[in-house]
């Protein structure tokens, strides 16, 4: 059988071998927009809960719009414009508006990447802020959430009148789906409050995974987080495999960010009648699979659709390595699921760390073979003895002693493919019931 996974910028080719029982499960999608401009402008005239646009930002002298950071294809240069027209014809002027670039503690984007995020012409006009969660100096806190989590948010953000958030619903490793919340932390957070919730008691919860929001410990400290940052208005998309948009999301952050989950999840959910055997998967390609850091999301998607102990082959290019330096120690050190879960469990924590520990805690259970020929073999510990120097090896060690006929996924679109087996927890009781939950009040920020 002949497929092709998403690799880098393009695709990589796989011959597969007769004598198993192939499924390609390739991701659903809604039809994308035939006029995003028209969409988006009637979307930020008429959201989701809570007042259109132009009436938020109505006598307000200054606006802060976070944004994504080079590991996510959000569509800025699309989203953008009309918002800012928006901002314009309310008012605001061009100098009171800051484009804050939501990295978390990624490296900041370089100017080439600045004019993929964004578009020439924004870079060009705009004023735009590379956030910084080790500069602790240029956040504010705001206090402690009700579980103690310090709140530190981005100083550029919180200084304006008017805060706004543009972001991507998509499956996410710890949050269930990203955009909306996770645009304020971690995305604008200081590294204190990043590590606090990157915190094993966060990581080790059983609702901390794909595709779940109900009960989901991490996305309600996040909601209670931007509700104490005054998040105003979120503008959310989904996309298609193709990377068009497909939904538009605006309005009341919360209620907003529940519209795209429900649209994402009935248009492109995929169920499976039972377990399979292994899974190949890629990293969706880029811009994810830039590092072996990122790649990860790619093996925790995959774990959701196999039998106990079944295999999981990961795709990835990491054009830029492994990650950060701190990541990049850690993982030389691994030596193995269970004693990377012991030493951290208990220990102060350290930044990239969690990332080792999600794929730590899916190793635990699914055998982990990788072929990622931009990281360096000695800078994978443990996970090096099954780090292969070409697909066709990776392919035979995956397969090698499965018995015939059995059951093997490829999944071409990794991570942004949303698949589960059949009774599991469907789109209808995915979602939880927030509505006049006490985290859900904003708290004045000091």
């Not at 004019?115 to 206090?143: E, F, K, T, W, Y």
């Not at 304006?160 to 998509?170: M, N, P, S, V």
């Amino acid at each position: 059988m002949n497929v092709s996974v998403a690799f880098g910028k393009g695709e990589l080719p796989l011959a597969l071998p007769d004598g198993f029982h192939y499924e390609v499960i390739r991701a659903r999608s809604a039809q994308p927009l035939a006029n995003v401009r028209q969409a988006l402008e009637a979307a930020l005239a008429y959201p989701t809960g809570g007042p259109p646009l132009a009436e938020l930002a109505a006598g307000k002298k200054s606006a802060a719009i976070a944004v994504c950071d080079i590991t996510r294809p959000a569509p800025n240069a699309a989203t953008l414009p009309p918002l800012l027209e928006v901002l314009r014809r309310a008012g605001i002027p061009p100098a009171g508006i800051a484009i804050v670039i939501a990295t978390g503690l990624h490296r900041p984007a370089t100017p080439e990447e600045l004019a993929l995020i964004l578009g020439p012409d924004i870079v060009a006009r705009c004023r735009i802020v590379n956030h910084d969660a080790r500069d602790l100096a240029a956040h504010r806190s705001l206090g402690n959430t009700l579980r103690g989590t310090p709140v530190l948010i981005d100083e550029c953000f919180m200084a304006a009148d008017l805060h706004i958030t543009l972001g991507l619903i998509e499956p996410h490793l710890m949050l269930g789906f990203s955009g909306g919340r996770k645009l304020i932390a971690p995305g604008m957070a200081a590294q204190q409050t990043i590590k606090t919730i990157h915190s094993p008691s966060f990581m080790r919860e059983e609702r901390a995974t794909e595709g779940s929001i109900e009960q989901n410990p991490l996305h309600r400290e996040l909601l209670e987080i931007a509700c104490m940052a005054r998040h105003d208005f979120v503008l959310d998309v989904t996309l298609t495999p193709a990377r068009r948009i497909s939904g538009i999301f605006a309005g009341d952050p919360l209620q907003a960010h529940r519209a795209g989950v429900t649209f994402l999840l009935a248009s492109s959910a995929v169920y499976l009648d039972k377990p399979v055997d292994a899974v190949i998967t890629s990293s969706a390609g880029f811009p994810l699979d830039l590092t072996f850091y990122q790649t990860i999301k790619g093996i925790t998607a995959a774990q959701h659709i196999l039998r106990p102990g079944g295999r999981i082959l990961l795709l990835g290019q990491c054009r830029e390595g492994i990650g950060s330096a701190e990541f990049a120690a850690k993982l030389s050190r691994y030596r193995g699921a269970q004693p990377y879960l012991d030493e951290i469990r208990d220990a102060p924590v350290e930044v990239d760390q969690w990332q080792l520990e999600k794929l730590a805690l899916v190793e635990r259970k699914h055998p982990v073979l990788l072929y990622v020929p931009g990281a360096a073999r000695e800078g994978l510990g443990s996970l090096a003895a099954r780090c292969f120097g070409s697909p066709r090896a990776a392919i035979d060690a995956l397969l090698g002693g499965l018995p015939a006929n059995a059951r093997v996924a490829v999944i071409p679109d990794g991570p942004y493919t949303f698949a589960r087996c059949a009774g599991e927890q469907g789109p209808e009781n995915c979602l939880a019931q927030e509505t006049g939950n006490e985290l859900l009040t904003p708290r004045a920020a000091p």
